[in-house]
């Protein structure tokens, strides 16, 4: 199979969180990601994480920024992916909806730090949010990354702090 490309993003609020939710019905179901999916055909990095963010949580963004990119191969089903991850900044007091129920069983705000403590929890099998895979990729290929999110916080002029 080809590989496929797939955006994550990382829609941070004024207190340094981003959104998670629990995936339902396609790979990776009952693992916890950040809003995203498919790049179409002819369209920029951009264009898709704005896109796919509101049509999964009906959130605006801004400053929408390539941060860095992994590569997933998920073994069991087949499937390999490349994906994105994108931040940018959503306005204050901004509260996500869960418009594609049937893909995701609602978001919930958390911190870098909760994301992190996940990620060490479950793959010591203690415990935590099990993490989508590109997400978990994320820590073991980018251990630094936490860099480039804060980045991209202070580069734009919001303080936000992770």
């Not at 994480?49 to 929408?64: D, K, S, V, W």
Request: glycine share 10%; charged share 25%; aromatic share 10%.
């Amino acid at each position: 199979m080809e590989p496929k490309v797939g955006v994550g993003v990382f829609a941070l609020n004024s207190e340094g969180q981003f959104i998670l939710g629990e995936r339902k019905g396609s790979h990776g179901a009952g693992t916890w990601a950040l809003p995203g999916g498919h790049l179409e055909f002819g369209e920029s990095f951009e264009t898709c994480a704005a896109r796919e963010l509101l049509e999964e949580t009906g959130l605006q963004i801004r400053n929408l920024q390539f941060l860095t990119a992994v590569n997933s191969v998920f073994e069991k089903e087949k499937k390999h992916y490349i994906t994105i991850f994108m931040a940018g900044i959503v306005d204050a007091g901004a509260q996500p909806q869960n418009l594609e129920p049937e893909k995701c069983s609602g978001w919930e705000w958390i911190s870098w730090d909760e994301l992190k403590a996940d990620n060490e929890a479950h793959m010591s099998s203690s415990g935590g949010r099990n993490l989508f895979l590109p997400l978990v990729e994320l820590f073991r290929q980018r251990p630094t990354f936490k860099d480039q999110l804060s980045y991209v916080s202070d580069w734009h002029g919001d303080v936000i702090n992770l």
